[in-house]
């Protein structure tokens, strides 16, 4: 599995950005991608997931009314759209992949480079 994550950069507070993940090489029809992000000195916490099944999405509370998470039909191009960003989104987005993933589980066994989001106040 192969993930790329693309759409970071520098936005002040209250705009708006959209990450990009191209993913390939699923072989199971059952699979999770995900965005995780990590700040500088903090643990790489998750942020959104969807599933390829129904495609269920699941996000962490600090983004539910903010963030928004979609995907094409195969998920071949996962997005996350960031709105009303804050100085505290600052992090490194990195997108996430899971095959066949339990109920309610995040995806993190495969992992992308990462695309540094930067907020200024």
């Known amino acids: 599995v192969q993930l790329v994550e693309s759409g970071g950069g520098l936005v002040q507070a209250g705009g708006s950005l959209r990450l990009s993940c191209a993913a390939s090489?699923?072989?199971?029809?059952?699979?999770?991608v995900g965005w995780w992000r990590q700040a500088p000195g903090k643990e790489r916490e998750g942020v959104a997931y969807?599933?390829?099944?129904?495609?269920?999405?699941a996000y962490a509370d600090s983004a539910k009314a903010r963030f928004t998470i979609s995907g094409d039909t195969a998920l071949n191009t996962v997005y996350l759209q960031l709105n009303s960003l804050k100085p505290e989104d600052t992090a490194v987005y990195y997108c996430?992949?899971?095959?066949?993933?339990?109920?309610?589980?995040?995806?993190?066994?495969?992992w992308g480079q990462g695309t540094q989001v930067t907020v200024s106040s």
């Open positions: 090489g699923f072989i199971f029809e059952d699979y999770a």
């Open positions: 969807i599933r390829s099944r129904g495609g269920a999405t």
């Open positions: 996430s992949a899971e095959t066949n993933p339990l109920p309610g589980t995040w995806p993190s066994t495969y």
